[in-house]
C-alpha cells in the first residue's frame, strides 16, 4: 500500500510520467492508472488489497436448481450426478447444470462422500455387441438374499441382452435344478425370441464339460436345437460378466432393499412389476439414458430391413464362393463337409453360405445367421471317428 501511495505522489506532486513511474516500480501503465483512479475516488483505503472476486457469474448455478437438485437426491438416494442432470433436464430446468457442479452441490450439502477414484486402465476397452439378441448374458445365484416370511431363501435367474441392457429374464426358484433354469430360459426365448449366442458360468446346470463324464445337460440340448452358441466364462474373471453383475446393483439397491415377501408367487409377482419399470421406463448410464426397451427396439439396430430384394440378393450371391442349402428338419446346415447348426425354428429355409478359406458364413436374406471357422476334410474325419469311438 505504501508502495502504491508513492507511485501516486511521483505522478501527481512530482509530475513524472507515468511510463517512468511504471519501470520504477516494476509495474505496467495499467496498474498505475488503476492506483490514480482508485486514490482519486476513495482516497488512501482505495489503495489497500482488493479482491479480485467477480460480482457476478453468468453460468452460475441459482438457488431454486441447487434446492431441486439437493430435493431430488434426498427422495432418490441412488441417483448420482449423471442420473440427476438426466432428469433436470426432463424437467424443463434451462440451463442443465454440469456434472461438476451438479457433484458441488451435493458435496456442499453433504449428500456424497469424497473417495479417491481409481484411474481405469489405458488398456481398457469397452466391450459390447452391436446389436440386440446377438448375445445373452444369464447367472444364476442369490441376489442379496430374497427372504420370504417362512424364512426360506429364494435364488434368481438373471439375464440382460449384452447390447440393450434389456432384462430378458428375471426368474425366482428354491433350489436352482436343471429343470427350473431352464423353464425360465425357454420362457424368455418365447417372449424375446433366440439369441444367436449366450454366455454363462460353468455351473452344472449349464454345462457338463467339467464333470466325471463329458455329458450334454439339458441347458446345452436346447441350445445346440435352437442354434444358439453356449459360452462359458473363464475362471476368475469377473469383469467378463460385469453387465449382469450391475443388473444385479441396481435389482438389490432398487427392488431388495432387506425385504421380505409372504410366498415365491408374490415375489414373483413384484419382480416381473419392476423388470417392466426396469425395461421401459427407467433411463440407463451406460447406454446413454435412454431405456433397454428403447434401445432394444430401435428400428436402426435391425439388420432385417422391412424389404429385402432377392434379385439382387441372388445376382450378388451368384459367384464360386456362394452356395445355397436348405435347413433341415433338425435346424441343421450341412455344407463344406460341416454341419452347422442353426436353430430349429428355421427347419425347411433356404440359406446361403459363403465359403472362403477360413470362416462360413450362413446367410438368411441380409440377415448374418452364424460364422464358422472352416475344417478341412481330414478334420473333420478324425472328430466323427473319435465322437463314434467315445460313445462305443
Same mark, same amino acid.
Given at each position: $500500500? ?8 511521483? +505522478? ?8 517512468? +513511474? ?23 483505503? #482505495?489503495? $489497500? ?6 460480482? #457476478? ?20 438416494? %441412488? ?88 432384462? +430378458? $429374464? ?48 439339458? %441347458? ?26 450391475? %443388473? ?27 423388470? +417392466?419399470?426396469?425395461? @421401459? ?7 446413454? $439414458?435412454?431405456?433397454?426397451? @428403447?434401445? %432394444? ?96
Amino acid at each position: $500500500m505504501e508502495q502504491r501511495y508513492q507511485a501516486v505522489l511521483a +505522478v501527481i506532486r512530482d509530475g513524472v510520467p507515468i511510463v517512468d +513511474v511504471a519501470r520504477r516500480f516494476g509495474v505496467s501503465r495499467q496498474s498505475v492508472h488503476s492506483w490514480l483512479l482508485r486514490y482519486e475516488v476513495s482516497g488512501m483505503p #482505495g489503495l $489497500m488489497n482488493q479482491s479480485h472476486r467477480p460480482d #457476478g457469474c453468468e453460468h452460475q448455478m441459482s438457488a431454486e436448481v441447487d434446492v431441486k437438485i439437493v430435493e431430488l437426491r434426498r427422495r432418490n438416494i %441412488f441417483w448420482g450426478p449423471k442420473r440427476l442432470q438426466h432428469e433436470l433436464a426432463r424437467l424443463g430446468i434451462e440451463p442443465v447444470p454440469s456434472l461438476s457442479g451438479i457433484y458441488r452441490c451435493l458435496k456442499r450439502a453433504n449428500l456424497i462422500e469424497p473417495h479417491a477414484r481409481r484411474e481405469r486402465d489405458r488398456k481398457f476397452k469397452r466391450w459390447e455387441r452391436g446389436g440386440p439378441m446377438e448375445l445373452w448374458h444369464r447367472w444364476v445365484r442369490k441376489v442379496g438374499g430374497i427372504l420370504l416370511t417362512d424364512g426360506k431363501e429364494l435364488k434368481c435367474l438373471t439375464g440382460v441382452d449384452d447390447h440393450s441392457r434389456l432384462c +430378458v $429374464m428375471a426368474g425366482l426358484m428354491v433350489r436352482a435344478t436343471s429343470r427350473s433354469v431352464c423353464d425360465h430360459f425357454a420362457n424368455a426365448m418365447r417372449i424375446h425370441g433366440v439369441p444367436q449366442e449366450i454366455l454363462t458360468d460353468n455351473g452344472k446346470v449349464f454345462t457338463g464339460r467339467f464333470g466325471y463324464k463329458d455329458t450334454e445337460v439339458l %441347458f446345452d440340448r436346447i441350445c445346440r436345437e435352437n442354434g444358439i452358441d453356449h459360452l462359458l466364462t473363464a475362471p476368475r474373471s469377473p469383469t467378463t460378466t460385469g453387465k449382469i453383475e450391475r %443388473f444385479h446393483r441396481s435389482l438389490r439397491t432398487e427392488f431388495l432393499q432387506s425385504r421380505t415377501f409372504e410366498s415365491q408367487a408374490a415375489a414373483q409377482k413384484e419382480l416381473d412389476a419392476w423388470v +417392466v419399470e426396469y425395461n @421401459t421406463v427407467r433411463p440407463h448410464q451406460g447406454i446413454g $439414458m435412454v431405456t433397454p426397451m @428403447t434401445r %432394444f427396439t430401435h428400428p436402426g439396430i435391425s439388420l432385417v430391413g422391412p424389404e429385402v430384394d432377392t434379385k439382387a440378393l441372388s445376382e450378388v450371391r451368384s459367384g464360386p464362393d456362394w452356395v445355397s442349402r436348405r435347413v433341415g428338419a433338425n435346424g441343421v446346415v450341412g455344407v463344406a463337409w460341416q454341419q452347422i447348426s442353426v436353430g430349429r425354428h428355421r427347419a425347411g429355409r433356404n440359406v446361403d453360405v459363403q465359403i472362403s478359406k477360413e470362416i462360413l458364413q450362413i446367410w438368411d436374406g441380409t440377415e448374418l445367421l452364424k460364422t464358422a471357422l472352416r475344417e478341412r476334410p481330414g478334420e473333420v474325419i478324425r472328430k466323427k471317428n473319435a465322437s463314434i469311438l467315445k460313445a462305443q
